[in-house]
């Protein structure tokens, strides 16, 4: 099973990255299936990274635009941002990763008040790096900009930009395409499970790979990832506060909804997450004509059980989706 990257909607193109060995047999497969097909060495483009630092050595919103940044750096980040901040801001530690990095989450406008919540996650998968520095963007912007007093004054939310930093820094230091988390298992040559496997709801059925090897290695049991467990006791704590869940990943320009564990199978407010959806991709096209497509996980992606999103949504959140967010950097 090739290691899916992303997709172009636009161009009905699918991407996929294969290990040089098995080049001729995945050519032969395609040929096959009369699949027209185009390959490249992606080495050269994936190692190039800008890892430049500003100058006065404080991490700004600059750094947030133009470069990725170091799992430490995010966290000098949000640090900056709460004391630039501090009645807005607030910094919540949900629980540590396998590797011993605390997860954060970044509450805004939380007034101890019963405010509705929305939800927002990123980087659950390690080498989708552009989704850590939207939600940095966002947080920042949010807070920043006065156009969003309003906003904030009815809803609060909660953004946990890294939920994978173990996975993250192992991306950027020792494999650019891991996707895991960084778990260890005894006797095993393969570690790290995917975490948007691991989410206790219909886990192990559909797109999941029992195998430790796997990039879809959906873990020994639900929640065997710490990050996993963290995440969901922190939602469960205040799910009937939580209108609406969103994880960032990347790549497709998609807004995706649930169910996503299997096919042509859908809930029951299914045309309020449609509508919900389209508007939030109006909103976004409105900006800088950027196309959004609005589809089904299970039919316009594929089905892959045990994910966040189809979690989120069995606890009664009622507006959950996963955003593949655009391959376009312009
Ligand atoms: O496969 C995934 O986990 C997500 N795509 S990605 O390319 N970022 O890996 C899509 C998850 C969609 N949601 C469900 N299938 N429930
Ligand atoms: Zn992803």
Redesign the pocket.
Known sequence: MPD???ENWKQKQAHYFIDKDSVDKVKINLAANNITYQMRDVNPQIFKVRRRRDLNGAITINDVNNRYLSYDEQMQFLNFVAQKYPDDVKLQKLGNSYEGRSITAVRIGDDGSSKPIVWIDAGV?AR?WISYNVALYLVYTIVSQPAYRDLLNSVQLVVVPNTNPDGYEYSRTNDRMW?KTRSRFTNSRCGGA?A??NYPFYWGTQ?VSHSQCSE?FCGSRPQSEPEVLALTNAIQREETRIKGYI?L????QEI?Y????TQRTYPSDVQDLIQVGKAMASAIRAVNNTDYNVVN??DG?????G?S??WAKSRGIKYSY?I?LSPIDD
């Open positions: 899916f990257l992303g998968h989708e996707r995917d948007n496997r797109g879809i994880a990943h990347s790549y497709g995706l649930p169910w996503g564990h996980s299970g992606l594929y089905p892959a059980a994910a999103d189809d996963t593949e």
